[in-house]
């Protein structure tokens, strides 16, 4: 028996929302630990990663370790019905077939989705602890928009270390876009935490602008470092503080030089 019960269902709906521009499939491992999602995009640059520890959840049961594989696009189909304010359970009774979300409307009545499984092969991934050279903490909205504005003048951004600063630049036929950020502020909409020199490093403003969507979170972290892929991560919180995380890894653009 496996049962996960929001107080709101904001935080799942919104998670959903924020995975679902970058993934068309996933599998949620459930165990005595929480929740835990990882999938590669279809181009195999980005990855998802989600973990909700039963701190995130009014109720969590369950009785052995299941994988529920379905597909995102009729997962958030029925998400769009669900009102953010109601509660939300996730529910599979030994069923392989399918799971079921239960939920109530302000209009005074209960329901119940079901949602067919689908077959997925997935290897999950070990993903080492990695000490990043540059991180940056945001404003969610801020951040986005820094993304959004430099998607204006092109596909690409460049992040290189300058002058006690990290400097962002995207540029096409049109013009350029270069943000500077100072890297001795340490308060603010967006802070550079840890500045350590590395190579320019370019990454793909689309992916960037998918990544940085999640609605259920004030502020983002952005790791940046030269051997590994970049990661972004929303810090999901609990009653008794962080009870779980959303994690983007996004792989540089090779240059063509």
Do not use: W
Not at 37 to 52: K, N, R, T
């Amino acid at each position: 028996m496996f049962e996960a019960t929001f107080e709101k269902a904001e935080l799942f709906c919104d998670v959903i929302n924020a995975i679902a521009p970058l993934v068309t499939e996933i599998s949620m491992r459930a165990s005595a630990k929480g929740i835990e999602v990882q999938q590669m995009d279809s181009a195999h640059v980005a990855l998802v990663e989600l973990a909700l520890m039963p701190g995130c959840f009014a109720h969590y049961r369950c009785d052995h370790s299941l994988e529920m594989a379905m597909n995102v696009r009729d997962l958030q189909r029925i998400v769009k019905m669900i009102p953010k304010t109601s509660e939300l359970t996730l529910k599979n009774y030994e069923n392989p077939k399918k799971a079921e979300l239960e939920f109530h409307f302000d209009c005074g009545y209960d329901a119940i989705a079901s949602l067919m499984l689908i077959n997925l092969d997935q290897e999950v991934l070990g993903i080492p602890e990695t000490d990043y050279s540059i991180r940056i903490d945001a404003e969610r909205a801020t951040f986005h928009q820094l993304f959004a504005n430099l998607g204006t003048n092109g596909d690409t951004s460049k992040f290189e270390v300058e002058d006690g600063g990290l400097v962002v630049t995207a540029k096409g036929e049109g013009g350029s876009f270069v943000a500077r950020l100072d890297g001795s502020k340490r308060e603010g909409a967006v802070v550079v935490t840890r500045l350590n020199p590395i190579p320019p490093l370019e990454f793909s403003l689309k992916y960037l602008n998918k990544m940085t969507t999640a609605s259920f979170c004030e502020r983002v972290l952005f790791d940046i470092n030269a051997e590994t892929p970049a990661r972004i991560t929303f810090v999901i919180d609990g009653e008794e503080g962080p009870s779980g995380a959303l994690r983007f890894y996004l792989a540089p653009k090779v240059s063509d030089e």
